[in-house]
């Protein structure tokens, strides 16, 4: 999917539904020099209702084109962009997720 000739606005968008499907479990603490393995290996299934500034619905229950990491994610609320494509249909690009800090990856 390419959006580089599409005009992409800003959106209010909140959580619908869905979860952090990171399988983080109960943190680990290793000894000293031991790394801490990669924690999550699934994209999270949150899904976002969506409306313009005005309030005004452009979509429920919807999923963000913008690819998503593995692992740990917080859910994206407030504000997303999104677009309307070659068929005039509104697809919601990006709600505002991002990926949750873990022990040992300098953000801690």
């Known amino acids: ?3 580089s000739n599409t ?3 800003v959106v209010q968008v909140s959580l619908a ?3 952090d499907q990171s399988n ?3 943190p680990t603490y290793p000894e000293p020099g031991v790394p801490i393995p990669s924690q999550g290996s699934t994209a999270a299934t949150y899904t976002y209702n969506v409306s313009d500034l005005n309030g005004n619905s452009l979509g429920t229950g919807m999923t963000p084109k ?3 990491p593995s692992g740990p994610l917080i859910a994206g609320g407030g504000l997303g962009t999104g677009y309307y494509d070659e068929s005039t249909t509104f697809q919601l690009y990006d709600a505002g997720e991002t990926k949750r800090p873990q022990m040992g990856d300098g953000n801690t």
Do not use: T
Request: no cysteine.
């Open 1 to 3: 999917m390419s959006i």
């Open 17 to 19: 539904g869905g979860a």
């Open 7 to 9: 005009v992409l606005f």
């Open 24 to 26: 983080l479990g109960p």
């Open 66 to 68: 913008k690819p998503r």
